[in-house]
């Protein structure tokens, strides 16, 4: 397309987005997509040289801070993965948390064991209610008195009191389950203190035919945000810094306009 931007270089939206890992990992580059926030900011130390007037005879630049945020419309597994964790996604399984419906405690063994959904397997105990009341049973690991429970294996275990009582329960629990086509899993190490993957980025913008290239060969995630708001969508954050390459090269800039 033939650049039609009457204003030299202007730029209009986000842009696209690409990653890739250069730390060994999975080096296969991706579109993060939907991009909704993409920016790059430098700051430098700067000293100057006085002598006795307000003014200083010399300014120099010192070392630099190069700093870039991206933010998504939607949450990546793979972006997550390249940009903060670095470690390996097992496909196919996945986390939920399910609740039973208010369920009377049975008599002898006075046991539930919920079934998960989709063929799911019971991975952790998330808490047990009364029903009736809202309040919360207490967890024990002996024989459960009245108000108590026991729990192994999926596998609840009341009082005897609270069968006689006609208590009725609803029990709280995580679970895991596996699909064909889509979901991923993997447990979030506390690795080593320097232990970070770095990647490279890739990022266009195009306004009226006008192209606006960045890479940049080196960066690590520095902060990550995610968050949870009443009535609005969550879109992941992600700050980073970006440094040299073994070349000490920083990245390459392309620019439509010789203005």
Known sequence: MANTNVV???????GILFLTRTDGG?????????????SLDMSFDVKDLYGQNQFPLLSARGT???????????????????????????AGTQYDIAATAST??????????????????????????????????TLVTGTPAAGQYAVASGVYTFASADNVSGVHVIINYSYTFTTSATGQSQTWNNTQIGTTPTFQVDYKTTLYGATYFVRLFNAICSKTSFGHKLSDFMMPEYDFNFFANAANQIGII???TQA
């Open 104 to 137: 009377a405690i049975p008599t002898t063994p006075f046991q539930i064991t919920p079934t998960p959904p989709s063929s799911g397997t019971f991975n952790s105990d998330l808490g047990v209610t009364n029903a009736a009341t809202g309040e919360p049973l």
């Open 254 to 256: 392309s620019v439509a």
């Open 26 to 38: 999975d080096a296969t580059p991706f579109n993060v997509g939907y991009i909704n926030e993409f």
């Open 64 to 90: 630099a801070k190069c700093t870039g945020k991206m933010k998504a419309a939607t949450l990546s597994g793979k972006a997550l993965n390249t940009l903060l964790i670095g470690g390996t996604w097992t």
């Open 8 to 14: 030299p270089q202007g730029l209009f939206g986000p």
